[in-house]
């Protein structure tokens, strides 16, 4: 999420606010606090509209059904098999 601080970035995006919530994650371990900080820094790039994708490729699978673990809506394109595992 701090691409959209960077300066240079092709976003061309400046917001000091939002520079300093990521700059605050920087410096915090604390797990509460990184979970508001970033909850923030994503109602500023929304509330901010910062980029806009046009187009995303649908996802669509088929698979054997025993096979369980895989998400049906994924978020991301690639199949996250970190809980994947054939059924009897």
Same mark, same amino acid.
């Given at each position: 999420?701090?691409?959209y601080?960077?300066?240079? &970035?092709y976003f %061309? &995006?400046? %917001?000091p606010?939002?520079?300093?919530v990521?700059?605050?994650?920087?410096?915090t371990s604390?797990e509460?606090?990184?979970?508001e900080?970033l909850g923030?820094?994503?109602k500023?790039?929304?509330?901010?509209?910062?980029?806009?994708? /046009? &187009?995303e490729?649908?996802?669509v699978?088929v698979w054997?059904?025993? /096979?369980?673990g895989?998400?049906e %809506?994924?978020?991301?394109?690639?199949n996250d098999?970190?809980?994947v595992?054939w059924?009897?």
């Amino acid at each position: 999420i701090d691409i959209y601080s960077r300066k240079d &970035y092709y976003f %061309n &995006y400046d %917001n000091p606010a939002f520079d300093k919530v990521i700059a605050d994650l920087g410096v915090t371990s604390d797990e509460a606090k990184r979970k508001e900080l970033l909850g923030q820094a994503q109602k500023i790039l929304a509330d901010d509209a910062v980029v806009g994708f /046009l &187009y995303e490729l649908p996802k669509v699978g088929v698979w054997d059904a025993k /096979l369980q673990g895989l998400w049906e %809506n994924a978020p991301i394109q690639a199949n996250d098999l970190t809980k994947v595992k054939w059924s009897e």
